[in-house]
Structures are given as C-alpha cells and as structure tokens.
C-alpha cells in the first residue's frame, strides 16, 4: 500500500497544474494515469487557446487566474510555453450576434475581464485581410492569449515533479476500496493507493472512473478535429471566433501561434458523440471552406497535418466541481467541455488554496473567496442552463 495525502486520478491539463499546487502547499501528492507519460489524453489534442471571454462569471475568474499562471512561467519558473497575449476577438456579422455579445459585456466586466466592443476598423487592423462585408465589429479581449499544449503539460509536470509529487505512469485504475461514504483506497496498475482525498480529473474517462466508484456522473465525450498549417511570417494576433453555424458546423476558431503557424478548429453539426481519435476525410474541406469565406488571406497556406480529440462536455457547457453525495472525499473536477487547457491552471490553484485552507480534506473550504465558483460548478446544480460562448 502507497500512501499519500491525496491521490489525482488524470496526469493532463486538470491533473498536473492542481498536482504542482498542492504539492507546493506541502501535501504528499500521487497522480496515476493509464498512459505512459503525462498529458497524452486530450491535453495533446488541444490547440493552444487560453481565453477569459466566456458568459459565466464563474469560468471567466478561474481562466482570469490561468491567464495569470500562463503568462509568468517563463519569468517565475524559466519555462517557455510559447505564451502569447494576442487576444481574442469574437466578429460580428448580423445584427443577432451583435447584440447577443453586447449583452454580455456587463457581466463580462463586472467579473474582472478586460473586454470591450470594437468597430469594424479596428478589426482589420488587428487581423488584416479579413472580410469586411458586412463586419459589424465584435468583442476583443486583449489579456487572452494561446500556448503551446505539449510545452505547457511538460512545464507543469516539472513544477510538480520539483514541488515533490510522485506520478506513476501505465497504472489503469481497476477499482476502489470504501468505507461507509468514503474512499479508502485505489487499485491502479496493479498497486493500491491510499489517501485522505481523491480526485477525478480524468477528462473524457471521468464517467467511466465515477462507475468503479459506484456513481452516475453526466459527463459525455464528443468528437472534434482540428488542424495546423506550415510557419509564415506573422500578420494576426488575436485568435479569431465565428461563430456563425451552417448545416454543417457550429463556431469556428483559429490563430497564429508564436512560432508562426496558423491553428484551427471547427464545431460539428451535428455533434458527433464517441471517443473515435481517427481523422476524418470531410473535416479539411469543411474548416477550409469556413475559414476562407472569413479570411480570405489563408487560401495559399499548406497545412502540415490535422488530428481529432474528445471534449468532455456536460449538459450546460459548464465543468463539475465537487463531491458526490455517496463518496465524501472523492473530488470531481471534470467536464471541461473541451476547454481543460484553459480552465487547468486556474482551477488547479483555486481547488489546492480551498482544499489547504479547509479543516478536512472532504470539503473545500473558503468559500468566503471561492464560494460563487464552487456554487456555479457544483456537482449538484440542475444543468438547466445553457453557456453562450462555450
């Protein structure tokens, strides 16, 4: 038997900044994971996008403290993720869509975000060679940024390798040992772990890790595919939203990464449930064609590759944060909803400061700070609501 003071089940974008953090506040951290290295789960088939422009004031705090971490690695740390602070601009084409951003730009602000409306010139200046027919404007949001997945995913396990935690690699969780409400171990690759707290941050196997453990969690993968093209010499900085649907996609993003390549990602329509990682033949020609209406500038770009992932997405767009009522020290923090990378740092320090701040490892405290965060992710919530920019 292995002990510690708290074992994460997940090593990717939830898993490895909350290791780092509790392992800074001097808890004995184990973090398994069935594959053979860190953040090969979906962490690996995210495209770098790391936003505070979100609808819910609860995702806009947590990605406000990830922007932070982000954007001072390299000088804190000495570790380069390729971050950069291009911004995120949502564009605007009709009247509905104007009007549904402008909406939200109150309770953006009052959340901390530095947000604002921009008009169609400043929009051109921004990203040069977009369409401008019929460019009503749109929201810009100069603080967000993107970063490189794989670099930030190596960066945190150092950071949590340096702080003290131990990972064990290639360790399929196989089954838990209870007592009563509570967890008392965890069989993992054939080793059994025990801890005063576990947590579930295991991405788009969460549901299956929630049913060893005895419970329902509404957490459903679904497939999207994104892809990258050659380096070019730089000519945009924000990361660009439509999010205008046709019969075959929803929204559509895309930016130039530092090192000058341009990456892309499209919604499908309808959503395409599963964990099938193969790429498919019709994605290419759908993103292209997206893209190109918008930006007409990209048609001579030759793209290097494209691959598929899973976002783990819940009923409301929204994560889970909490503990369900038969497992009182088993923690969930998934349902990100394809949006992990982002939300990862950030709620990494904001679960370990509640967790050393509480007087139990069952229940996070602080709620005095983190109360409206707790409550708007609570494993418990209705899931009646609906995020307009998920």
């Known amino acids: 038997m292995k002990n510690f003071d708290v074992v994460i089940l997940g090593a990717g974008s939830v898993g ?145 390798c340096r702080a003290g935690a131990a990972f064990f690699f290639n360790a399929r969780v196989e089954g838990f040992k209870t ?31 929630a049913k060893l453990a005895g419970f329902e969690l509404p957490v459903f993968p679904d497939c999207h595919e994104a892809g990258v093209t050659e380096p070019i010499e730089r000519f945009m900085e924000p990361m660009i939203v439509d999010v205008r649907a046709d019969a075959e996609s929803g929204n559509y993003y895309f930016y130039q990464a530092e090192t000058g390549q341009v990456v892309f990602c499209v919604t499908p329509r309808p959503q395409v449930w599963g964990r099938d990682k193969d790429s498919t033949s019709g994605f290419l020609p759908l993103v292209v064609r997206r893209m190109l209406e918008l930006y007409p500038r990209l048609r001579n770009l030759r793209v290097r590759r494209t691959w598929r992932g899973m976002y783990p997405m819940t009923p409301d767009g929204l994560p889970i944060l909490g503990y369900p009522e038969s497992e009182k020290n088993f923690l969930q923090i998934v349902g990100m909803c394809g949006q992990g990378f982002m939300l990862g740092p950030g709620l990494g320090t904001i679960v370990a400061s509640a967790i050393s701040n509480g007087s139990s490892y069952a229940q996070p405290a602080g709620r005095t700070a983190y109360g409206p965060i707790f409550e708007e992710l609570s494993i418990a919530r209705d899931f009646d609501h609906i995020e307009l920019l998920k």
């Open 16 to 160: 490895l900044p909350l290791a780092w953090q509790l392992a800074e506040r001097g808890f004995s951290v184990a973090v398994l994971d069935e594959e053979a290295s860190w953040g090969r789960g979906q962490n690996r088939a995210a495209i770098g996008g790391v936003r505070a422009t979100h609808s819910d004031p609860a995702k806009i705090r947590v990605c406000l403290d990830s922007i932070a971490i982000f954007s001072s690695l390299r000088q804190k740390y000495g570790l380069d993720v390729e971050w950069r602070a291009g911004g995120y601009l949502y564009v605007a084409y009709d009247a509905k869509t104007e009007a549904q951003f402008r909406s939200l730009l109150e309770v953006q602000k009052t959340a901390g975000l530095s947000i604002d409306w921009i008009e169609s010139g400043l929009i051109q200046n921004l990203a040069p060679g977009i369409s401008a027919e019929g460019l009503r404007g749109g929201t810009f949001s100069p603080g967000d940024g993107y970063a490189s997945p794989l670099m930030a995913a190596s960066a945190f396990h150092e950071l949590a």
């Open 179 to 209: 007592r009563g409400e509570n967890i008392l171990s965890v069989r993992a690759g054939g080793e059994d772990f025990c801890a005063s707290l576990f947590i579930n941050a295991s991405g788009a196997k969460a549901s299956d890790i």
